[in-house]
């Protein structure tokens, strides 16, 4: 099985500023027919399902804002939020598609400072 | 729009079944483009993908290894719905279930839509 690991656990950012989430697998996810990153990074708050933000590692959903915007290849991704909002308060998390079973990160809570 | 709509007991006592089930609309549990899977929630386990069935001319079924040997999903297609069963169900199967979407890996998105999750407690 392919492991996510989520670095941090979480962090405190102050209203405004950026906010850095980490994610990294055990493996590759690039995939070399179409040289693409089969990774998905979801946003999740209380009493909710986990939200897509990215896909394709670096694809904003449609009606996501375009402060979130995700970057990395291979097994070392980041999930930025270049001014952090307080609707941003939630746990992100990092899901791999490239093979199953399809395994998340443990997440990572972003609260404000 | 595709939606999602869980249902199913809260409560379930140890060794027995936990039966879910996930009502689709805007879509069709017999597309060939798309899988349908349940994944769960705990704060021990965090979010895990427990199996999926999907339609391609014939139907198929892949479950996580953890959960293979007491584990079932069925498509209804009369009723345009999957369910779960688990089997056995111990405390450590209390968690937050959750049906999901998938699109065909050609489109991305990993699980894009997502029901509304149940919370299920294995308790005597």
């Known amino acids: 099985d392919i492991v996510m690991t989520q670095s941090p656990d979480s962090l405190a950012v102050a209203l405004g500023e950026r906010a850095t989430i980490n994610c990294k697998s055990s493996?590759?996810?690039?995939?070399?027919?179409?040289?693409?990153?089969?990774l998905t990074w979801y946003q999740q708050k209380p009493g909710q399902p986990p939200k897509v933000l990215i896909y394709?590692?670096?694809t904003r959903e449609s009606g996501v804002p375009d402060r979130f915007s995700g970057s990395g290849s291979g097994t070392d991704f980041t999930l930025t939020i270049s001014s952090l909002q307080a609707e941003d308060v939630a746990v992100y998390y990092c899901?791999?598609?490239?093979?199953?079973?399809?395994?998340f990160g443990q997440g990572t809570k972003v609260e404000i400072k | 729009q595709v939606q999602l709509q869980q249902s199913g007991p809260g409560l379930v006592k140890p060794s027995q079944t936990l039966s879910l089930t996930c009502v689709i609309s805007?879509?069709?549990?017999?597309?060939?483009?798309?899988?349908w899977n349940w994944i769960r929630q705990s704060p021990s386990r965090g979010l895990e993908w427990l199996g999926r069935?999907?339609?391609?001319?014939?139907?198929?079924?892949e479950y996580a290894a953890i959960v293979q040997s007491r584990i079932a999903i069925n498509a209804d297609t009369s009723k345009n719905q999957l369910s779960l069963q688990l089997n056995s169900v111990t405390p450590e199967d209390t968690a937050v279930y959750y049906c999901?979407?998938?699109?065909?890996?050609?489109?991305?998105?990993?699980?894009?839509?997502w029901g509304q999750g149940t919370m299920v407690t294995v308790s005597s």
């Open positions: 805007g879509d069709s549990v017999s597309s060939n483009s798309v899988t």
């Open positions: 999901a979407r998938a699109p065909g890996k050609g489109e991305g998105y990993g699980f894009q839509i």
């Open positions: 899901l791999q598609y490239y093979s199953l079973p399809w395994t």
């Open positions: 493996q590759s996810v690039l995939h070399s027919s179409n040289n693409k990153n089969y």
């Open positions: 069935t999907y339609y391609r001319s014939k139907w198929k079924n």
């Open positions: 394709w590692a670096s």
